[in-house]
C-alpha cells in the first residue's frame, strides 16, 4: 500500500495519449473485408475512430510535483521547504517515449503502460531521480466528471499503481530531505507508484486532443506486496447517480496506521470533478466516519441512498476542499486525518469506514456517500492481465486482505466466463462476423479452487494450450476468468484475470512472403501511421529494402519500447517467422501449395444471440462509451444536493 | 562558393598539441549536425507516397551527415575530448549560418523542399573543392578557397603529424553500429584509424577530386542534390569529357506532392496552448530527447546508440504529422519543424 506511506509526494499535469484507433474496432482485423476508410478519422465501424494516426505514444506533458507528505504528518507544498516541490516530472529522454496500447480488440478496458521512464528534473533538466515504471493495466475505472465529458468525450477516469524500479538518485536529490526519508523508507531501491488518467479527449477541442489530466503519488515500496494494486483497504460508492448511471466516489483506496493514528484516503481516482482538468467547484459538506454497525448497501436505482444516523459513526472529520476549485490538483485528493482518537483508532481495527453528508431529505439522518467493502474484505489478483503463447504457463498472484492485513485461508474461486456468442453481419455489425471470447475452454488449464497462505498470498498457475484460430481472422482467443471469494460485494463486484492465448502457430525457418503476408497486412491495416510514415507493411519489397532496422525492432525484448509489433500481440514463433523472412526476404511466392492451417477453427460453443451476462453486457457497453460511439453522459448538477 | 571561414583551417595547421584540435572537432560535430534539420525539413515536406526519389536521395544523405556526426565525435573521443551535444548552444538558429561561418554568409533554413533550396543551399552546402562539371562548360580556372573538405583535411594532417600511432583516448567510447557497414563506422584506436575515418567524410560529402563517386562507388552528396536540381541520373557517359553525363533516367518531380510549408516555423508562431503548440512542442521534446541521448552515447556509453534510434522514429513521426497540419492563422500554410532547443523540463 507504500504509495500511501509516508513519505509520498503528489504531482499533476497531463499525459498525451497517442493511441492508434483502427484496432478498436474487431470487425477491422478481418483483412478480406478491410476498406481504405476503415483508416479515416470519424464514427462507426466504417470509419477508424479518433485516432487513426496513433502511434501509441504515452508521455508525461505539463506534470509537477505539487506536494509531500512526510512521516510527522506533515504536508509541504513550498518549494522553500522541500527542492523536489515544483519540480518537472517527465518521460523518458534519450529513448523513446513509452507506450499505451490494449490487450485485444475484445479487451479494451486493460490499456497498459509500457516501458514509461518517469524522471524528476530541475527546470534545467538536472536529475533527482529517474526509474522505470513496471507495465500495469487500467484498472477500477470509474466516472469522474460531472459535465459528462462534454468537452473531451470522455467523462470516465480509472488507475495505473504500479512500482518504480530502475531507480537512479541524482546528485540533487541529496539536497532533498524528502528524497532522501523516501531512499531509506523505501525496499529494493524500488518505488510505489499510483496514477489516475481523467479528462482525456478524443475531441479536438481545448488544444487539448490526445491530452489527458493525470494526478500521481509516488511513495516508499515495501517488499512482498503486490504491484498493480495498493495493499489497501477500500471505499466503494453506494449513491446512485442516475444522470451518471451509477455512483460518484465509486471506487477509493485508504490506509489506516494504528501506530501512527492516521488515516489515508485516497480520492485521487474517485473525487468527482466539474470537467475535464480537475476542477472542483461543488461544495457539499462530506465527512469521513467509522460506522458502528456493518454496512452492506449496493447503489441501484431502486434504492439511491441508504442512511446512516449519527449515533451509529464516529466522526473523522470533514473534507476541506470547498475553498479551492484547484483542490484536487494540488493535493492528488489524498486526505489524511493525523492524531486521530483511541477510539476511532480501535474502532478502524473491525469496522467500515464511511463517507458521510447530512441528508435533507431525512433530516438529522446522514446519506451514504461510499462505504467500505463488507467486512473490510479486499481480495485481488496482482498480474491480471496475460499474454500467453501455448505451452506457456504463468502463476497469477492472488492477495486477500481483511481490514488491511493479509488474511489466511481465504478460499477464492476462479471461472472462467462463458462464451460469447458470435455475431454476424447485420445492420448493427456491418463489416464482417464478429467471433465470440471465452472458447474453447480447453485453451487454458487452471485450478479453479485456491486459497490464501498463511501469508494471505495465493498461487494459482494457469497454463495455455494450443488452440486453432477460434477468431478467424484475429490471432488468438480473450477469456475473462472471474474470480470471487465466498461473499461478493456487490457494490464492487468481482474481478476478472483476462488472458489473450495467441494460436498454436509452428515457426517456419525458411518463409516466403506468403506465409507472413496476412499478419502484415493486417498490421498494415490497422496501423496506417507505420505504412503511411515508415514503411509499408503489406508490401514485401518496401519491407525487404527496410529489413535493418525492422529486425532491429522485432528482436527487441517486450520490454524493449521499441519492440514491435507495439501491440504485443504476436506469438513468439509467428514473430520469429517475421523475423526468419527478414533475415531471407523471399518475395516471390512458394512453388507448392502451402498447407493450410491443419485444424478447423474451434467451434463457438454458444449459438449467435445468446445472452450475455451482466458483466460481458457492461463491458460491451464501457467498450462503446471508450470509443465514443455511446450515447453520452448526462451532465449531473446537483451532485448529493437532495440526499 | 562555398567557404570556410579560414581562421579555422589556420587554427588546424598550427595546433600544437592534440588538445588543440578538440574544438575544431566539436565544430565539425556541430557543423555535421546543423545539416540535418534542414535536409530533414525537405524531405518531411514531401507527402508520404510522393516524389520517392527526392525522399530516397535526401535520406541517403541524411544518413550519412549522421555518419559523419559519429565519426568526428568517434575522432574526438579518440583524441582524449569530450563530445557536448546536449547544450543550447550546439543547435543553430535557423534560418541562419551555419557553424564555422560555412558558405560565407550562407543563410540556411528550414523550408519545404523546392529545386531551388536543393541549388541554392544543400548543393551550396555539399560544394566540392572543385566540383566536376559534367559536359557542360569547360573547367574554368581553380579558384583557391577551403571548403569543408580542406578543413578535414587540415584536422587529418595535424593528427598525422601530432597524434602517437596508439591515440590516447578511452577506447570504451568508440560507438559503433549495426547500422553502418563496419568499413565506414570503425573504432577509432590507432592515427590510421583517424586518418581513414576523415577520408570517409571527405569523400562521401564531396567525392574524389577527379570522380563524382566515394571510394564505395555512390555518388557524393553534392551530385546526388545535382541530379534532383537537374532532374535526372548521373550516369557513366563514354562519350561525355568526364565520363559521366545527367542523361540517366529523369527523376519526376511533382510540386503537388510537398506540403507547403511555412519557411522557419518556431513554436512561437502558433497560438500558445493549441493542438499544433502542444504538437510542436512534443517535436522539440524528441529533439532534446534525441540530442541528450546522443550526448549520452557518445560519453561512455555507446551502448544506447539504438536507443537514439528510435527517437529518431518518434521525432520523424511528429515532424511529419506536423508537416501534414495547417497553420493557424497562416492560410495557404502547413506547420514545419522548428528544430528548436528546449529542456522539456524548463517551463
Avoid at chain 1, 7 to 36: E, K, M
Avoid at chain 1, 326 to 354: H, R, Y
Amino acid at each position: 500500500m507504500s504509495y500511501l506511506h509516508a513519505p509520498r509526494l503528489v504531482f499533476t499535469g497531463d499525459f498525451l495519449s497517442d493511441v492508434s484507433t483502427v484496432n478498436n474496432d474487431t470487425a477491422h482485423y478481418n483483412n478480406a473485408t478491410f476498406q481504405p476508410n476503415f483508416q479515416d478519422p470519424g464514427q462507426g465501424a466504417t470509419n477508424g475512430w479518433w485516432n487513426p494516426e496513433g502511434g501509441a505514444v504515452f508521455d508525461f506533458q505539463n506534470c509537477a510535483v505539487k506536494q509531500i507528505f512526510l512521516p510527522d504528518g506533515t504536508t509541504q507544498s513550498s518549494p522553500a521547504d522541500d527542492i523536489i516541490i515544483g519540480q518537472a516530472v517527465v518521460g523518458a529522454e534519450g529513448r523513446p517515449t513509452g507506450k499505451m496500447v490494449d490487450l485485444d480488440p475484445d479487451a479494451q478496458m486493460f490499456s497498459a503502460l509500457w516501458c514509461v521512464q518517469l524522471r524528476i528534473c530541475t527546470a534545467n533538466g538536472d536529475l533527482l531521480f529517474k526509474g522505470d515504471i513496471t507495465t500495469t493495466s487500467f484498472r477500477d475505472l470509474q466516472m469522474r466528471q460531472l459535465d459528462g465529458g462534454k468537452s473531451n468525450g470522455q467523462p470516465l477516469g480509472a488507475s495505473w499503481t504500479s512500482v518504480i524500479t530502475n531507480v537512479e538518485w541524482g546528485a540533487l536529490a541529496e539536497q532533498s530531505a524528502f528524497l532522501k526519508t523516501l531512499r531509506t523508507t523505501t525496499q529494493n531501491n524500488t518505488l510505489a507508484i499510483n496514477m489516475n488518467p481523467f479528462g482525456y479527449y478524443y475531441s479536438h477541442n481545448d488544444g487539448r486532443f490526445s491530452l489527458g489530466r493525470i494526478i500521481g503519488s509516488i511513495g516508499p515500496y515495501f517488499e512482498n506486496e503486490p504491484f498493480t494494486f495498493a495493499a489497501a483497504r477500500r471505499l466503494y460508492g453506494i449513491n446512485y447517480t442516475p444522470s451518471a448511471r451509477g455512483t460518484f466516489f465509486s471506487i477509493s483506496n485508504f490506509l489506516v496506521e494504528p501506530d501512527a493514528k492516521r488515516v489515508s484516503v485516497d480520492f485521487g481516482a474517485s473525487f468527482p470533478v466539474a470537467d475535464s482538468i480537475g476542477t472542483v467547484n461543488y461544495k457539499q459538506d462530506l465527512r469521513l466516519a467509522v460506522s458502528k454497525i456493518p454496512q452492506a448497501g449496493v447503489a441501484s436505482r431502486q434504492t439511491p441512498t441508504f442512511y446512516i444516523n449519527p449515533n451509529d459513526f464516529i466522526e473523522i472529520g470533514a473534507l476541506d476542499y470547498q475553498s479551492d476549485p484547484n483542490w484536487l490538483n494540488q493535493t492528488g485528493g489524498i486526505v489524511s486525518f493525523n492524531n486521530l482518537p483511541d477510539t476511532t483508532v480501535s474502532a478502524l481495527a473491525a469496522n467500515q469506514l464511511i463517507l458521510v453528508s447530512p441528508s435533507t431529505s431525512q433530516p438529522g439522518q446522514f446519506a451514504i456517500i461510499a462505504r467500505e467493502a463488507i467486512d473490510g474484505l479486499v481480495a485481488r489478483a496482482d498480474n491480471f492481465i496475460q499474454r500467453l503463447d501455448d505451452g506457456q504457463s504463468v502463476n497469477i498472484d492472488f492477495y486477500a486482505y481483511q481490514w488491511g492485513k493479509l488474511l489466511p485461508n481465504a478460499s477464492i474461486s476462479v471461472t472462467l466466463d462463458p462464451p460469447t456468442p458470435d455475431t454476424p453481419v447485420g445492420p448493427q455489425n456491418p463489416i464482417s462476423e464478429i467471433y465470440g471470447n471465452n472458447f474453447p475452454a480447453e485453451g487454458l488449464t487452471f485450478n479453479g479452487q485456491i486459497s490464501t497462505n498463511p501469508q494471505g498470498k495465493a498461487q494459482m498457475q494457469l497454463t495455455g494450450n494450443a488452440i486453432y484460430s477460434p477468431r478467424v481472422y484475429i490471432d488468438g482467443q480473450i477469456y475473462f476468468i472471474t474470480y470471487q471469494t465466498p461473499t461478493v460485494d456487490q457494490a464492487f463486484g468481482t474481478e476478472q484475470v483476462v488472458v489473450h492465448l495467441r494460436d498454436y502457430f509452428e515457426e517456419i525457418a525458411n518463409p516466403v512472403w506468403g506465409d507472413i503476408s496476412e499478419m502484415m497486412i493486417q498490421y498494415s491495416n490497422l496501423y496506417p501511421i507505420m505504412s503511411k510514415y515508415v514503411v509499408n507493411l503489406a508490401d514485401p519489397e518496401a519491407l525487404a529494402e527496410k529489413k535493418k532496422i525492422l529486425i532491429f525492432a522485432f528482436s527487441r525484448d517486450m520490454n524493449d519500447t521499441m519492440h514491435m509489433p507495439v501491440t504485443r500481440d504476436l506469438s513468439s514463433t509467428k514473430r520469429n517467422t517475421i523475423l526468419n523472412w527478414l533475415h531471407n526476404p523471399q518475395i516471390a511466392p512458394k512453388p507448392v501449395v502451402r498447407s493450410e492451417a491443419r485444424e478447423a477453427k474451434a467451434a463457438n460453443p454458444v449459438a449467435p444471440g445468446t445472452a450475455l451476462t451482466d458483466k460481458q453486457a457492461s463491458y460491451k457497453e464501457a467498450v462503446k462509451a471508450k470509443n465514443g460511439s455511446f450515447p453520452g453522459f448526462a451532465a449531473t448538477n446537483d451532485l448529493f444536493e437532495n440526499l | 562558393m562555398l567557404q570556410i571561414d579560414s581562421r579555422y583551417i589556420e587554427k588546424a595547421l598550427t595546433a600544437n598539441a592534440l588538445e588543440e584540435l578538440y574544438p575544431l572537432l566539436q565544430n565539425a560535430i556541430e557543423l555535421e549536425h546543423s545539416t540535418i534539420p534542414p535536409y530533414l525539413t525537405a524531405m518531411f515536406s514531401l507527402n508520404p507516397g510522393t516524389n520517392p526519389v527526392q525522399r530516397q536521395i535526401i535520406h541517403s544523405i541524411v544518413i550519412e551527415e549522421m555518419l559523419h556526426m559519429t565519426i568526428a565525435a568517434n575522432i574526438l573521443n579518440a583524441l582524449g575530448g569530450k563530445p557536448v551535444i546536449n547544450s543550447a548552444d550546439f543547435v543553430p538558429e535557423y534560418p541562419g549560418p551555419l557553424p564555422m561561418g560555412i558558405g560565407n554568409g550562407l543563410i540556411v533554413g528550414l523550408e519545404k523542399y523546392s529545386t531551388d533550396v536543393v541549388k541554392n543551399v544543400f548543393m551550396e552546402i555539399e560544394e566540392p573543392e572543385n566540383p566536376i562539371v559534367f559536359k557542360s562548360v569547360s573547367l574554368a580556372e581553380m579558384p583557391t578557397y577551403s571548403t569543408i573538405g580542406a578543413f578535414y583535411q587540415a584536422i587529418q594532417q595535424k593528427i598525422e603529424e601530432l597524434a602517437p600511432d596508439e591515440l590516447p583516448g578511452d577506447k570504451s567510447k568508440q560507438v559503433t553500429s549495426s547500422f553502418f557497414p563496419a568499413d565506414e563506422l570503425f573504432p577509432i584506436y590507432t592515427k590510421q584509424n583517424a586518418i581513414d575515418a576523415i577520408n570517409i567524410i571527405i569523400e562521401q560529402g564531396e567525392g574524389t577530386s577527379t570522380s563524382p563517386l566515394d571510394q564505395e562507388d555512390e555518388l557524393a552528396h553534392y551530385y546526388r542534390f545535382e541530379e534532383l536540381y537537374k532532374g535526372k541520373r548521373l550516369v557513366k557517359d563514354d562519350t561525355a569529357p568526364n565520363g559521366y553525363s545527367f542523361s540517366g533516367p529523369p527523376i519526376p518531380f511533382s510540386p503537388d506532392g510537398v506540403f507547403p510549408l511555412f519557411p522557419n516555423t518556431k513554436t512561437s508562431m502558433l497560438p500558445v496552448g493549441s493542438e499544433e503548440w502542444n504538437r510542436m512542442n512534443e517535436f522539440n521534446t524528441s529533439y532534446y530527447s534525441l540530442l541528450s541521448g546522443l550526448h549520452t552515447t557518445f560519453n561512455g556509453q555507446p551502448g544506447m546508440l539504438d536507443n537514439t534510434v528510435g527517437v529518431m522514429y518518434d521525432l520523424k513521426l511528429t515532424a511529419q504529422k506536423l508537416c501534414a497540419t495547417p497553420f493557424p492563422g497562416k492560410p495557404g500554410y502547413n506547420i514545419g519543424p522548428s528544430f528548436e532547443f528546449i529542456v522539456p523540463a524548463g517551463s
